[in-house]
C-alpha cells in the first residue's frame, strides 16, 4: 500500500515538472512576442511619424525584456537551490 502511494506521488511530482516546463515555454515564447510586437509598432511609428506608437512598441518591448529576464531569473534560482 505505501509503496503504491509512493508511485502515484512521483507521477504527480514527474507530471508538475512538466507542467512547469511548459508554463516557462510559454513565458518565453510570451515574452519574445512582445518583444517582436513592440519592435513591429516601434517601426511603424517611425515610418508613420507617430511618436505615440513609437512610445507603445518601446514599452512593450521593455515588457517582452522584463519577462524574459524573469525566466532567466528562475532559472538561475532553481539552479542554486
Request: hydrophobic share 35%.
Amino acid at each position: 500500500m505505501a509503496i503504491a502511494h509512493i508511485t502515484r506521488l512521483k507521477k504527480a511530482i514527474e507530471a508538475e515538472g512538466r507542467g512547469l516546463k511548459q508554463l516557462k515555454q510559454e513565458n518565453d515564447m510570451d515574452g519574445q512576442m512582445d518583444k517582436l510586437k513592440g519592435r513591429i509598432k516601434q517601426a511603424a511609428g517611425d515610418l508613420t511619424n507617430n511618436k505615440r506608437l513609437n512610445a507603445e512598441g518601446k514599452a512593450q518591448e521593455f515588457r517582452g525584456n522584463v519577462k524574459s529576464q524573469i525566466d532567466e531569473v528562475a532559472d538561475k534560482l532553481k539552479k542554486q537551490v
